[in-house]
Structure formats: structure tokens, C-alpha cells
């Protein structure tokens, strides 16, 4: 399959013809299992903690958080803690002055439809130094030392803080030169032809987004604007946030049986269990623990145009797993049926937006190598109406290019910020 897609220029009605080959060629089984079926990971009998046998990979722990602001002082919830750093990198080559993109179709057991659209490479550090004896991760050559190419992007970014311990990945662009093979399962694909994948639900995964978000722009704004790096360090200030380590055991409000972790009134998420086989992984079998959410979220962006410019409401948000505190979030960032008695600042304008007003609205996954069937509505929508012009002090108007300018460095945007990022400058043609 992969001598008739490997190279430029292809349609997008063929890329569709070839995913659903694709999806024909493997087979897939992911099914919910107690937690006494797990094979080599354990349920600690007196802390509750979940670790894999190899003390590798990542453990699901407990947490306690005090914060002084926000609707809720004090919590305690279960949180992921991966400390290793994994590579997300792409593949960036010129087919006659044109960039194209090696992209992968990928099985992830959290993935609403399985398969999508991933990274070149999307790799743990344990997954790719193989500490679960399977093959060799394709590519990898590339994003590790000594490599080939010319590194594009090299930064290092967070993954959700609400879900995951101060974890980061490792997003790379590499641009070579010469030919390589295109393994099965592999793809090149335009910039602008990934934006158009973008607007199908669940197509194109969070990993390739964030690494898409990083790409240079050549009108970027440094992240060396004063008056923004003050607000953003006022901000952070602010928040006096601490977390503390607990058993899984300790957490509060927290109900444990045989086959999931959930919140006592349904809320925010649960811990589950998982079996997975697939014949396209470099493991064909395993189990794992998994995050599933209580609801599909709310993720936008308001937008407006100030003299021809893109500028964005953005909103300085703190999450107990961040390694800062606060990073850069969207306008709306929420889960609706964790909010019972009210919605955050902003998100009625985004329930009650005209048709007309709104230039992007998809249902996109979370990651599913953790997550199991995550999803978020990602909205973009334009309004000239109903902002304030006294904003909250951890809101703020900032330009799209000082968004990218601020994607050069580590812990500025999250991940969901990132997304949408990718998506104005991919699908409203802004790269």
C-alpha cells in the first residue's frame, strides 16, 4: 500500500480512500476490563496507587491541591504521573518548493475511531528505549542524536495539567533533503491539506496538533513584548497553588470498585481499565490504565479583527499539574456536565454564537494512549459584542502571532490553546 501513497501531490479524496485501506488492513480489540485483569500492572494494596511491574511507563497517583482562588480551595483527585519526557517530532520535506509533512495513521486504544492522524514519530522515552520489548520505533533516527536534517522546531511542551503531573513532551520538526522510503502507514501531506483534515471530527490527533502549533512563523512576535511577559509573571504570582503527592487511596470524594475510580457525584472523570490488541503497534497486546472524562468539553477561542489584525481573548488559567501553575489557555476552556450549578466567564457567548459567526467547530480528541474516548468541541468564533472592556486580570487580547512567538518557548501555552492555534493557522489560512 504504501508505493502508491508515497509521495506528493496526492488528492484528498485518495488520502480518504487510503485511511479506509488502512483501517481494513490491521485488526483492533479495546475492551474494558476490572482491574484485577490488568497483566503486569498493579493495584498497590496499601497506597491504591496503579504502576506497571517495570516501574516504568507511568503510575496513576493521588493528589491534593490548595489554591487561593478559584470556586474551590482545596481538592484531592487521582492525576497521571509520567515524569519522562516522550518525542513528538514530524518529518518536514519540499516536494517542488512545497513542504509536506510525513504524517502516520495510528492506533491509539483511548481513540474514538482508533485510528489518526499522528506525528511522524509519537513515542515515550519508554516506548522508544523499548521497555516493553517491542519493535523499533520508525523514524526515530531522526529525533534523537546523531540525527540527520535541520531541526525546525526543538521545544519543549506541557500535555493537560488538569489530568497529567507536570508532564512535558519533546515537539520537533525536522526538514531533510534527501529521499527516504515511506513506510506502511506513513503519509506526506501539505500544510494545507492537513487544515483540511482538521475540520473532520476526530481525524487528526492531538499529538500532530501541538507540533503543528509550533511551527515557525515568519511574523511571529518574539516572546520579548514587555508588557505581555509582565502580565503573564503578574499572573502567575498570583496563584498560590500547592500540590501534594497522596496515595490514590487518600483521595477524597472519590468512590474505587472492582473496575473503575469515579467522583462520588459523577463529575470530571474516571479511572478505568482497558485490554487492548492491536496488529500495528510495536506491543500486539496489552493493558493499561486510562482516564475517561464524564462529557464531551468546551474548548474556544473568541477572536476579533483590530485593524485588519487577528487578535484572541486568551486567559492566563492555572492546573494543579502544570510545572508553572498557569499557562496560556483558550477563552472557554471546560466540561459542561462538571459545571451543574453555573458556567465559567464567557461561556454563554459561545453557546448562544450565531451560525454565521463561527469559523471553526469540530469534535477533536484528546490523547489516546491515556485518555480513553476524550473529546472536546473546539470552537472558534467571532464576536464583536458582549466582551467587556474591563476584562478580567487574567484575560487579555493578544495577537495570533504573539501566540506563535510565544510557542518558541516552554510552559507559555497549553495544550488546548496549542490546538487551536494550529487550527486558525491551518484552516484560516494563516501559516
Known amino acids: 500500500m504504501s508505493e502508491t501513497f508515497a509521495g506528493p501531490a496526492v488528492s484528498i479524496d485518495r488520502f480518504h480512500s487510503w485511511w479506509a485501506e488502512q483501517d481494513g488492513q490491521n485488526k483492533y480489540e479495546v475492551r474494558r476490563i476490572p482491574f484485577d485483569e490488568f497483566d503486569r500492572w498493579r493495584v498497590d494494596p496499601v497506597t491504591g496507587d496503579i504502576r506497571h511491574d517495570s516501574g516504568r511507563f507511568f503510575t496513576v497517583e493521588g493528589l491534593r491541591v490548595r489554591s487561593e482562588r478559584g470556586p474551590v480551595p482545596e481538592w484531592s483527585q487521582p492525576i497521571i504521573n509520567q515524569p519522562e519526557i516522550g518525542i513528538l517530532g514530524i518529518l518536514v520535506k519540499r516536494f517542488n518548493g512545497v513542504p509536506h509533512c510525513l504524517m502516520q495513521c495510528k492506533m491509539e486504544p483511548g481513540n474514538i475511531n482508533i485510528l489518526q492522524l499522528s506525528p511522524t514519530v509519537q513515542a515515550t522515552r519508554s516506548n522508544y528505549t523499548k521497555a516493553h520489548n517491542g519493535a523499533d520505533v520508525t523514524y526515530l533516527e531522526y529525533f534523537v542524536k546523531p540525527r540527520g536534517g535541520r531541526v525546525l522546531v526543538d521545544v519543549l511542551q506541557s500535555e493537560h495539567g488538569s489530568w497529567f503531573l507536570r508532564k512535558r513532551n519533546r515537539n520537533m520538526v525536522v526538514e531533510i533533503d534527501e529521499e527516504i ?241 494550529s487550527v486558525m493557522r491551518l484552516t484560516l489560512g494563516l501559516h
Not at 240 to 246: D, K, R, S
Not at 251 to 280: M, N
Not at 361 to 373: K, M, N, T, V, W
Not at 385 to 404: F, K
Open 181 to 421: 522510503p515511506v513506510a506502511e502507514g506513513f503519509c506526506w501531506l501539505t500544510l494545507d491539506q492537513i487544515g483540511e483534515l482538521l475540520r473532520v471530527n476526530n481525524l487528526v490527533n492531538m499529538d500532530s496538533r501541538t507540533v503543528l502549533s509550533c511551527l515557525p512563523n515568519g511574523n511571529a512576535q518574539a516572546a520579548d513584548d514587555t508588557q505581555l511577559r509582565s502580565w503573564f509573571t503578574e499572573i502567575c504570582a498570583s496563584h498560590n497553588v500547592q500540590t501534594e503527592a497522596i496515595p490514590l487511596a487518600e483521595v477524597d470524594g472519590w468512590h474505587r470498585s472492582a473496575d473503575e475510580i469515579r467522583h462520588d457525584e459523577g463529575l470530571h472523570f474516571k479511572v478505568v481499565g482497558v485490554s487492548v490488541q492491536a496488529t500495528s503497534r510495536e506491543v500486539a497486546q496489552w493493558t493499561q490504565p486510562m482516564f475517561q472524562p464524564c462529557g464531551i468539553g468546551v474548548v474556544a477561542f473568541v477572536i476579533r479583527y483590530v485593524d485588519g489584525v487577528l487578535n484572541v481573548l486568551a486567559h492566563a488559567r492555572a492546573e494543579p499539574g502544570f510545572v508553572d501553575v498557569v499557562e496560556i489557555g483558550p477563552t472557554v476552556q471546560y466540561q459542561p456536565s462538571s459545571y451543574p450549578n453555573g458556567e465559567p466567564p464567557f461561556a454563554d457567548l459561545i453557546r448562544r454564537a450565531p451560525a454565521e459567526r463561527i469559523h471553526y467547530d469540530a469534535i477533536l480528541s484528546e490523547e489516546g494512549g491515556r485518555f480513553y474516548q476524550a473529546e472536546n468541541r473546539y470552537v472558534v468564533v467571532e464576536l464583536d459584542d458582549g466582551i467587556p472592556d474591563d476584562l478580567p486580570e487574567d484575560y487579555r487580547w493578544l495577537t495570533l502571532d504573539q501566540l506563535s512567538g510565544l510557542l518558541a518557548h516552554r510552559n507559555y501555552l497549553n495544550i488546548q490553546a496549542r490546538t487551536l492555534v
